[in-house]
């Protein structure tokens, strides 16, 4: 008998409530009580939630300053368009930060985005003077915008010199709404998160509740005073003029200084759950005794399609489109299970059809980059050379690696490892245009700055029709084949490693400059360096240095040292150094790696 989901809801919810009823009466009270301890508790894991988030934004903020810092002070840039580019580009791609700009030691505003910043004197700041004072970094005092009326605070940072001298600070100004937003702590019942800073005022809040009474009530609130004094608080009840009666729970941020809140109107926690149990007890007393009558005659009949019905829902979102959901008795539960069996075998068909597109697109890409990957003769001269590309085909799409050994007129021989952002279709392309174009240049031009730069001045004209933010980090070295004079540039891209015959390494770090692509103005400088008697180059992507397994990463100074420890012919030091990152992260490198070994051969 097919009967409506109607009828089969209202006896399922008679028979699941009526053996409830006898126990309810008697745990209802103590839930409540249970519930509003279990609430301060919550705010409280939110308010800790709030305060640990607040410590990574701002750990993760001074490391962003950091790297941009490091990129500033010690690239030695002498164009100030490109450092302002650099800021820009930056300050645009940030979700949080307003603006940020480059400080000297003296206090003065060198470089900033907006531009309209440059020559502001910022010495007079406290944070600023805590950086002069020899503190990483520091945190601002609540700022207000005189213009917009925007809540805020500067995260300042210090870039020294290994000796510990002070380079210059970097600062940013930080968006009070979009950082809230990148915390993503949860709340419920309509909570408010709020961070004060050290004189007790509210730095950063969420949430649509009127907080803003005057400062000095927060301050002098026992509460907020023992945050921040380094006390967890909780408190069931608050009340402060301009504010509804709260409750809420505050936690201290001792390394700001500051405080993080979250704090909830006492009657909109307590009201639903207090109307609850007075209904609950109501309740109770009048189907008490159909409880006794009703039990649960129609139960098994109701829930077993239900049951079947969640459990094929269940599987087919995890994945399984070839799940079917049996068709019930039920009129309204068949029509439901039919719709969501012709909805997954939509799915299926059309999961098919994206994996077969994806498949094709990747062997487009496979093929045109195992063209650009060439045949290396294993010696020109007294070079001795070995290459090897391994692609991530498992763990990611296929990426824009490459490299190349040119034979060059004179008996030179141009050396190229390179890295086009992006993945797919699209970086196969952008590589393949890339490679075609250096060699040409290489061919053209002698010096490998002069043919970076004009590779790079192409690149930008192209990919600014393309559109999109594609960038390229690519290191060129021309090398004499039988003197071994080495001259290089490089765009980016990590520092090669130079091992000489009596087992020291160094980097080839010097002159390295913007990624290709991003900025017609981009500067690059020439090096050089002597390959003797028996010494290695090892040239590679940071697929290598990021390989990574449970946060630990290989890092430029294991690879350093691999090489360091290792006298082997090219073609087995680029194969050791697979295997050992392979070893290092599992057995399955995340990202595609190349690698470039040269050997400087015995005088014959």
């Known amino acids: ?178 950082m809230m937003s990148a915390l993503h702590v949860p709340t419920r019942h309509g909570a408010a998160l709020v961070l004060f800073d050290r004189n007790g005022r509210i730095a950063m809040k969420s949430g649509r509740l009127n907080l803003h009474c005057e400062t000095r009530l927060w301050n002098e609130c026992p509460l907020v005073h023992s945050a921040l004094q380094g006390s967890k608080e909780t408190v069931p009840r608050l009340a402060l003029p301009g504010t509804p009666t709260l409750t809420g729970a505050i936690a201290p941020i001792p390394s700001l200084g500051w405080a993080a809140g979250v704090f909830v109107p006492l009657e909109q926690l307590i009201a639903p759950a207090r109307a609850r149990l007075f209904d609950d007890l109501l309740l109770t007393v009048v189907v008490f005794v159909l409880t006794l009558l009703i039990g649960s005659i129609v139960a098994r009949q109701f829930t077993g399609p239900v049951k079947d019905l969640s459990d094929a829902a269940e599987r087919l979102g995890q994945g399984e489109l070839s799940v079917r959901a049996p068709l019930s008795n039920t009129v309204e539960l068949a029509t439901l299970a039919g719709t969501m069996n012709k909805m997954a075998e939509s799915i299926q068909q059309r999961d098919e059809a994206l994996r077969q597109a994806y498949a094709r697109e990747r062997r487009i890409a496979s093929t045109m980059q195992s063209c650009m990957l060439p045949n290396i003769p294993p010696k020109v001269g007294r070079l001795e050379m070995a290459t090897a590309y391994f692609p991530a085909w498992e763990e990611a799409e296929l990426g824009g690696d490459f490299y190349d050994v040119m034979i060059l007129p004179g008996g030179l021989v141009g050396l190229v490892i390179a890295d086009v952002s992006g993945k797919g279709l699209n970086a196969a392309v952008h590589t393949a245009m890339t490679k075609y174009m250096l060699e040409a240049f290489a061919s053209h031009y002698s010096s490998p700055a002069e043919a970076l730069s004009k590779l790079n001045r192409s690149m930008v004209v192209f990919l600014g029709e393309q559109g999109g933010e594609t960038f390229v980090t690519l290191f060129l070295a021309i090398v004499d084949s039988v003197s071994g004079h080495l001259s290089y540039a490089n765009a980016g891209h990590p520092a090669p490693i130079l091992r000489h015959s009596d087992g020291t390494t160094e980097l080839l770090e010097n002159s390295i400059g913007l990624p290709l692509g991003i900025s017609s103005e981009a500067d690059y400088k020439e090096s050089t360096a002597q390959l003797r008697e028996c010494d290695n180059l090892v040239l590679y992507t940071d697929g290598v240095a990021e390989a990574h397994r449970d946060g630990i990463w290989f890092g430029i100074e294991n690879l350093e040292g691999l090489i360091q420890d290792t006298d082997l012919s090219p073609s087995e030091l680029v194969h050791t150094i697979y295997a050992k990152v392979s070893e290092a992260v599992g057995g399955s490198v995340p990202d595609d790696v190349a690698l470039v070994a040269v050997r400087m051969g015995v005088q014959e």
């Open 1 to 178: 008998m097919h009967l409506s989901f109607r009828t089969k809801l209202i006896a399922s919810l008679i028979i699941l409530l009526l053996p409830l009823v006898a126990d309810h009466a008697y745990f209802r009270y103590r839930q409540y009580a249970d519930n509003r301890r279990a609430a301060m508790a919550a705010q409280m894991e939110n308010a800790t939630a709030l305060a640990q988030a607040t410590v990574v934004f701002v750990d993760r903020t001074v490391s962003n300053l950091q790297a941009v810092g490091q990129a500033l002070v010690r690239s030695h840039w002498q164009n100030h368009g490109a450092q302002d580019s650099y800021l820009q580009s930056v300050s645009a791609s940030s979700h949080y930060m307003r603006s940020i700009a480059l400080v000297s030691p003296t206090g003065v505003i060198i470089e900033g985005s907006p531009s309209s910043v440059a020559g502001i004197n910022i010495s007079d700041r406290s944070y600023f003077r805590k950086i002069v004072g020899g503190a990483d970094w520091s945190v601002s005092d609540v700022l207000t915008t005189r213009t917009e009326g925007q809540q805020g605070f500067i995260v300042a940072t210090g870039i020294r010199s290994e000796k510990g001298r002070l380079l210059g600070v970097v600062v940013s100004s930080i968006d009070d709404h979009k």
